[in-house]
């Protein structure tokens, strides 16, 4: 399909922005681009087509089943979107005075105090833009921790093989050296591998619980305890609270610090480039390294407080206010007793799909899942050559995105599906005929699903070019 | 299954090593190119570097995962291939051929295993 540079005609033009009312202002020369704009000079129709024609080449979750596992691609109440649209919400600058913006104000402070009730935390920072961004943040209050108490030899990060890859980079970015400990064969930490990795230099532990193969990790309490027990700190990864919350909390499991996933777990659409939203919750200990502008209330009167001993800014201003908006209007529609309804509806339905389809296909580890399980398809591909890839891009032909492959990697062949809780019994029913049949299919004609998908308007892009030769920028030729 | 040649030690984590002209050639088995499937980058160390047996000198990234390569032995790394940079898919095509590093002035070295010894390795993990 064409791009909007090549569907651009000069002179052509639409009425879609509106006149500047300011007057006009140029800048001094030094200050002006001298390489051409080559702004896509286009009609409103021709625009209007271009974003369509572009739109049904994509997947959404309004267009079917989406079970991308680990992501928690769930669909989110229009309602939400209502509210964090309110102009009184949108028409603001962050230099305001906070006398003109206090329900802004109030607005992070519940939304503040509410999911440090999920998640039993004491404070909560919204500053961090995303999940990657706020497990750098917690890793930093876990090193603010040790160097105020002149503990400088805690170089060390304790992430298990299970974990998603950005734990240990941030402990990377953060400056702390990663130590890797592998699963026991339930899934979960194991516990002799973990006594033999703490010391003295143990900054402190990240972990996903439940974790990355849905599963929860029963011994929790004590690998809390033996972290502890060393002197180190236990940050939790809320990539997965979807499937815990209103139920159990990080801060009872013996956590010290956590990120949540806005964008995942609380009505943020998520997958679309942003923005997505990472606060940081922690206990009281740590309450005073947290980064800069907490919300605080006096008399009803909400004003912005650096904490004591604050790490500083992390982002600009205080994070994706609006993607804030959105979480606590999902909290407050679902309430107290419609948050943990959603987290049991999340674990049934992983449940309910994994059980219909282990008949065929081989559950990695086989137990009562969380909000997703992994299926490894190694014998599949063993017995037919027909491989994970093979039956996602299989899926796609039936309007299904699908699940994600190839991750964790301690699973080969892994296909995850996190099926959440917004999906119907019939929806999953549905998927499910769907992918027995693939089971089927890859046994009576393998070829098929080789070449699969055969209905979709991009069937396999060459991963390989794009990731060798990524072409990142259009060239024009003046 | 996968062909291992003969004269090659391999390690438990899937590189392969070959004495030649006094140095330590350093390489990934078939097994780890398969496993890995099309390989898009490769980050090697630089001539001079110091590698210890047992932890990671480089990393790979296929179009499934990033993954570290341990090195079989400890010394300093005295050539890399220059080719894989600029053309990693040598390693999925010919991987005993493709090697990674050469170390010299090698002080000590992993457990390494003959071919016969490193199939049931990857037949376990299989």
Redesign the interface.
């Known amino acids: 399909m064409k791009l909007l540079f090549e569907r651009s005609v000069k002179g052509r033009g639409s009425d879609i922005l509106p006149e500047i009312t300011t007057g006009s202002y140029r800048p001094e020369a030094k200050y002006l681009r001298q390489s051409k704009m080559h702004l896509p000079e286009i009609s409103e129709v021709d625009l209007g087509r271009h974003y369509t024609q572009l739109m049904k080449q994509t997947h959404g979750v309004n267009d079917g089943f989406y079970p991308l596992g680990s992501c928690t691609m769930k669909y989110n109440p229009r309602v939400d979107e209502e509210t964090a649209s309110l102009p009184n919400f949108t028409q603001i600058h962050p230099l305001q005075p906070v006398n003109t913006v206090q329900g802004c104000m109030k607005v992070l402070h519940k939304a503040g105090r509410l999911l440090c009730e999920i998640t039993g935390m004491d404070a909560m920072t919204f500053e961090p833009a995303a999940g990657a961004h706020g497990e750098y943040t917690g890793l930093l209050l876990i090193r603010k921790y040790h160097q105020d108490r002149n503990d400088t030899e805690r170089v060390n990060i304790i992430v298990p093989d299970s974990a998603h ?1 950005t734990n240990p980079a941030s402990a990377a970015m953060a400056g702390f050296k990663v130590v890797n400990i592998p699963s026991n064969d339930k899934g979960g930490v194991d516990l002799e591998a973990l006594r033999a990795a703490v010391g003295k230099d143990t900054a402190g532990l990240m972990l996903t619980n439940p974790n990355t193969l849905g599963l929860f990790d029963p011994n929790i309490l004590e690998i809390t305890r033996i972290v502890h027990e060393a002197g180190g700190l236990c940050y939790y990864d809320g990539a997965n609270l979807n499937a815990i919350m209103g139920r159990v909390r990080p801060g009872d499991m013996g956590f010290d610090c956590v990120h949540l996933n806005l964008h995942k777990t609380f009505a943020t659409p998520h997958g679309g480039g942003g923005p997505g939203s990472g606060p940081v919750g922690c206990k009281e200990f740590l309450k005073k390294f947290l980064p800069c502008h907490m919300v605080e209330e006096r008399d009803e009167f909400y004003y912005f407080a650096d904490p004591e001993k604050s790490m500083g800014q992390v982002r600009s201003f205080y994070g994706n206010f609006l993607v804030v908006v959105k979480a606590l209007t999902y909290i407050l529609t679902l309430g107290k007793k419609g948050i943990p309804e959603a987290s049991g509806k999340a674990v049934l339905n992983a449940n309910y799909m994994m059980h219909q389809l282990k008949d065929h296909y081989h559950v990695a580890y086989d137990q009562i899942c969380m909000h997703e399980f992994v299926l490894s398809l ?1 014998d599949l591909k063993k017995e037919t050559g027909v491989s994970a890839m093979d039956i996602a891009k299989g899926s796609l032909d039936f309007g299904i995105h699908p699940p994600t ?3 964790p ?1 301690i699973v ?1 062949e892994a296909l995850m599906f996190e099926p959440a809780e917004t999906e119907s019994r019939e929806t999953i029913d549905e998927a499910v005929k769907i992918y027995l049949d693939l089971f089927e299919k890859a046994h009576s004609d393998p070829e098929y699903l080789h070449n699969a998908p055969h209905h979709c308007p991009i069937g396999r892009p060459d ?2 070019k794009a ?2 030769e990524p072409v990142l920028k259009y060239e024009f030729n003046d | 299954m996968f062909k291992n040649p003969e004269e090659l030690k391999y390690t438990k984590t899937h590189e392969w090593v070959k004495e030649e002209d006094g140095l330590y050639v350093v390489g990934l088995t078939d097994f780890a190119q398969d ?1 890995l499937g ?1 390989i ?2 490769v980050n090697l160390p630089q001539t001079g570097d110091t590698v210890t047996a047992g932890e990671s000198f480089s990393d790979v ?1 296929s ?5 570290d390569v341990f090195s079989p032995v400890t010394g300093i790394v005295a050539e890399i291939n220059e080719e894989i940079l600029d053309n ?2 040598l390693v999925n095509e010919d991987c005993y051929g493709a090697w990674l590093i050469k170390v010299s002035d090698v002080t000590g070295t992993e457990e390494l295993l003959d071919a016969a010894a490193y199939e049931e390795v990857c037949a376990n993990e ?1």
Do not use: T
């Open positions: 890859g190694d492959m190839y991750f990697l080969h991963e390989v990731a060798r | 496993a099309d898009v980058f990234e179009v499934k995962a990033v993954s990693p898919a299989a």
